[in-house]
């Protein structure tokens, strides 16, 4: 079964920086491709980061600029470099693997990490 912890977060000023990880099991992480999504209070999850299993990656357009994901395959784990918060970024933050032609999100999600940005 597949278990998905992150950890991280914390609160921020705006203009601050975090950096997230998350840590994969019981999965063949080496070849899945992984995100980072965010939920705000009444708004819809959304997909913010994601890397695929050969390294490369995407950004909502949002975060583009002032996040970076990156992977390591050995540990398992996903991070996400977060620079010049703003606190329109406040959010729980999950990560998942990314929906592409074979692959869906694992139907278990971690708990998620709180990230709270101060203006």
């Known amino acids: 079964q597949v278990q998905l912890v992150e950890s991280g977060g914390g609160l921020v000023q705006a203009g601050g920086s975090l950096r997230l990880s998350c840590v994969a099991s019981?999965?063949?992480?080496?070849?899945?491709?992984m995100g980072w999504y965010r939920q705000a209070p009444g708004k819809q999850r959304e997909l913010v980061a994601a890397?695929?299993?050969?390294?490369?990656?995407n950004y909502a357009d949002s975060v583009k600029g002032r996040f970076t994901i990156s992977r390591d395959n050995a540990k398992k784990t996903v991070y996400l470099q977060m620079n010049s918060l703003k606190p329109e970024d406040t959010a729980v933050y999950y990560c998942?693997?990314?929906?592409?032609?074979?692959?869906?999100?694992?139907?278990?999600w971690g708990q998620g990490t709180q990230v709270t940005v101060s203006s």
């Open positions: 998942n693997r990314i929906t592409t032609a074979s692959s869906t999100p694992f139907r278990s």
């Open positions: 890397i695929a299993a050969g390294g490369s990656t």
């Open positions: 019981g999965t063949i992480f080496s070849l899945t491709s």
